[in-house]
C-alpha cells in the first residue's frame, strides 16, 4: 500500500487496482468477493468468508466512500436514500476491478461471486444488474433496494442468495429486491429468518449450504 490518497482520504493500493483489499488464495477456482457494511473494511468478512467456504480464494474489498470517517461503497444522504450517480459509477468500478483483479491475480475471472453483508449487499446488487457478465453469482445478506429507479437488467438464470431478517429494522426496505431480481431473470433463493439486521447462526447454515451447491455447479 502506497501513501499515495485518493479525494476522499483513503490510500491507494499498491496494486493499482484502485481499490484496497486483501487476497487469500484458495485450493478452489471459485473466488468470493467480500462486500463489507458501513464501518467496516477489506478484513472484516474474511472470517465469515472462510467459514462459509473454507476453500474458496477470498478477495475482500474496503469501500471508497467515506461516512464520518467510515468506510462505505457509496454515499447516502440519510438511512435509505442513497447518492444515484456515485452508487451508478461505484458499481461499475467494481465490475472493473473484478476484471483487473483476475487478470493480476490470476483468477478466474468466470468464477466471482459476491458476497455482501448490509451496505456490501447494496453495492453488489447493483454491481451484478449492472454489470451481470463479471458474476456467477451472489450472497446478498440484508439487502434494500438501492435504487430510486432500478434499471433493467438480462440476468439469464444467475444464481442469487437473499438472506432478510424477520426483526430488521430496515426488511421492509429489502421486500423487492427478490423479486426485482426474479423480474430480470435471476434464480433467486430466499429466506426471512428469525433475525434482526445482524447474522447469526441460520444465516451460516443457509450461506454455506448454498455456496456449496454453486461450487459444485462451478466446478
Do not use: C, K
Not at 95 to 115: E, M
Not at 128 to 136: F, G, K, M
Not at 187 to 203: I, K, P, S, T
Request: proline share 6%; net charge negative.
Amino acid at each position: 500500500m502506497t501513501d499515495a490518497t485518493r479525494p476522499n482520504g483513503a490510500p491507494e493500493p499498491s496494486s493499482g487496482l484502485g481499490w484496497i483489499h486483501e487476497l487469500r488464495r484458495g485450493s478452489l477456482a471459485l473466488t468470493l468477493l467480500l462486500l463489507h457494511g458501513t464501518g467496516g473494511d477489506e478484513t472484516s468478512l474474511l472470517g465469515l468468508g472462510a467459514e462459509l467456504l473454507p476453500d474458496a480464494t477470498l478477495l475482500s474489498v474496503r469501500g471508497r466512500s467515506l461516512e464520518e470517517g467510515f468506510p462505505r461503497f457509496f454515499r447516502r444522504f440519510d438511512a435509505l436514500r442513497y447518492d444515484q450517480a456515485q452508487l451508478a459509477g461505484e458499481a461499475d468500478a467494481l465490475a472493473r476491478f473484478v476484471a483487473g483483479a483476475a487478470a493480476v491475480y490470476g483468477l478466474d475471472a468466470g468464477r466471482f461471486v459476491a458476497l455482501g453483508y448490509s451496505n456490501g449487499a447494496n453495492i453488489a446488487l447493483a454491481s451484478l444488474v449492472r454489470n451481470p457478465r463479471s458474476y456467477a453469482g451472489a450472497v446478498l445478506l440484508r439487502p434494500v433496494m438501492p435504487f430510486d429507479t432500478p434499471p433493467d437488467a438480462e440476468l439469464g438464470g444467475l444464481p442469487v442468495l437473499v438472506l432478510a431478517g424477520l426483526r430488521d429494522p430496515y426488511g421492509p426496505h429489502g421486500e423487492t429486491v427478490a423479486p426485482y431480481l426474479r423480474a430480470q431473470g435471476a434464480a433467486v433463493e430466499e429466506a426471512r429468518l428469525q433475525a434482526g439486521h445482524e447474522l447469526g447462526a441460520a444465516d451460516l447454515r443457509a450461506a454455506r449450504d448454498w455456496l456449496a451447491r454453486l461450487a459444485e455447479q462451478l466446478a
